[in-house]
């Protein structure tokens, strides 16, 4: 029996070896380290046993599936510790989610944030026993039996919704049995560093219809260290919220009106057009042109399209004369039409097509959040027709725009390739091919990627682009997709060389996905402290005193002259009040303005972050601000 080994190297045995004993081969201290294993690409735990020819990666708590496998087993020990301190309490689910985990619980009487010390209290004496996890099976019939006796009626509910023929385990830890296909640490002892966050209300299956849950939320490090990071980036998150700051710098507002419909204010639409500039420049360079489609089209389209069977759930309808239609979730149908207006030929193509369309989806009221999670937003899509051997250069231009697009806001970010859904539509040999030049087109570009399992669009893989902002998160924002589908569904052709009619191939892209979403970032990435060319107000000019208000607005007009935001606080009030507002306000530049100054023609001039840096001459201070809004300067 031959085992290969992450890096291609090979050990044979001769009996069927467990997964704990081969780390133990490689070395004791990756033995030490590890949590979990991979054979032949499946998560599986520690104690599986091999018993054939097979791939085998050791994962420690350095892999992001051994941390799931960590904060999964925290999950079982806080679930283990409710069931103690509340033994009639109903357990639902218990997942893992990005930076932590939750269980969802039904309990007979409600809990409080004050009872979590509580439960941590008797989750660390049962990480204290260092209890072993050991899995096991059942049949069907005698899994139903099993919970039953234990009167977790949602896990009998779970049990009877897997499909006939599918493998049931549990986990037992002590006296506790949770049903779960796991895999999980060798032992509760392996938990380090865990916290209990926060409770909420979840519905059992998501479903508004059935009973709230109550749904604990923690989370689990390898270190204590790390856990306080965690803490202390949440801190800072608090004091970066996109919903406080925008509301403080008057960008936007939410409105119980249009919930879920943000309102873009003054300030905030400057910031959303500047965006919107940057973007028309860098993609009329690009080679792009720009379209616009309608927001309702007809049920036809969307049924032609997909949408209509495979998201109608999030989908605005209407009736218009008669006829059902639909608000647009997605622009690629209208850009679909567009296309099909005129005939191509194989001379015309790639075909680059942007569109910032205005879309909406039905998002639950509960999932809304600020700018981040909204029912109507602008979308920076953009759509390229092309040729199947153009797909790799395409792709790379793509690429190119993200990268410059990302660099520029100071992103960072990783690339994953988002494969088949269940929920999809063409054939095999389809999704195959357009999975295999995503990955061929990561491969040339010597671009590092991660492999996300069955998270594709349904009508074709995709690469996401998650970009981490300055406190350390991180976001998805740019995707590339690759489409076969839609050219199918709505019969678009090009000439070939040949003469004959060939159907196109679609990529679907953006850069910042959603502006809405997009600008709530930056703003928590900056924490509201814009670089100049993205400030609503890049200058703000402080009168010392009425007898200097007319050379303040002198210096306002050769400011705008020069295309520059400026505002000027002609209030009366002490200059001492003024800076300190607008330091609040977070603008780039102060401009105190009095007698010395008007006498002279010159400025003093405070920044935001250096404090007073001295007076200038007008004229030069104003040519340094607009050379760095040409630029794109940050400091």
Known sequence: MVITLKGGD?????SPVSCKQIASDISEGLARAAVAAKVDGHLVDLAHVVDGDAEVEIVTLKDKEGLDVYRHTTAHVLAQAVKAIYPTCK??????????????????????????????????????SNLPVERFTLPRNEAIKLMTKFSEKYKVALIKDLPEGEEISFYKQGGFTDLCRGPHLPSTGKIKAFKLTSIAGAYWRGNEKNKMLTRIYGTAFAKKEE???YFAMLEEAKKRDHTKLGKELGLFAMMNEGKGFPFFLPKGMVLKNTLIDYWRQIHTREGYVEVQTPIILNRSLWETSGHW??????????KIDGEDCAIKPMNCPGGMLVYKLTPHSYKDLPIRMGELGIVHRHEKSGQLHGLFRVRCFTQDDAHIFMLPEQITDEIKGVVRIINEVYTLFGFKYHVELSTRPENSIGSDEDWEAATNALRAALEDLDLPYVVDEGDGAFYGPKIDFHLQDSIGRTWQCGTIQL????????????????????????????VFGSIERFIGILIEHYAGKFPVWLAPVQVKILPVSDKSADYAKEVEAALKAKGLRAETDMRNEKI?????EAQLEKVPYMLIIGDKEKEEGTVSVRMREKGDVGAVPLSEFADRVKKENDEKTVF
């Open 483 to 510: 489409d076969f589908q839609l050219p199918q569904r709505f019969e678009a052709e090009y000439t070939g060389e040949d003469g004959q009619k060939h159907r196109p191939i679609m990529i679907h892209r953006v």
């Open 576 to 580: 001492g009040y003024k800076i300190r």
């Open 91 to 128: 357990l639902a689910i218990g997942p893992t989610i990005d930076n932590g985990f939750y269980y969802d619980i039904d309990f007979q009487t409600p809990i409080t944030q004050e009872d979590l010390s509580k439960i941590e209290a008797e989750m660390k004496k049962i990480i204290k």
């Open 10 to 14: 090979k050990k044979e045995y001769v």
């Open 227 to 229: 856990m306080d990071a």
């Open 309 to 318: 069977d495979h998201y109608k759930e999030n989908m605005y309808t209407t």
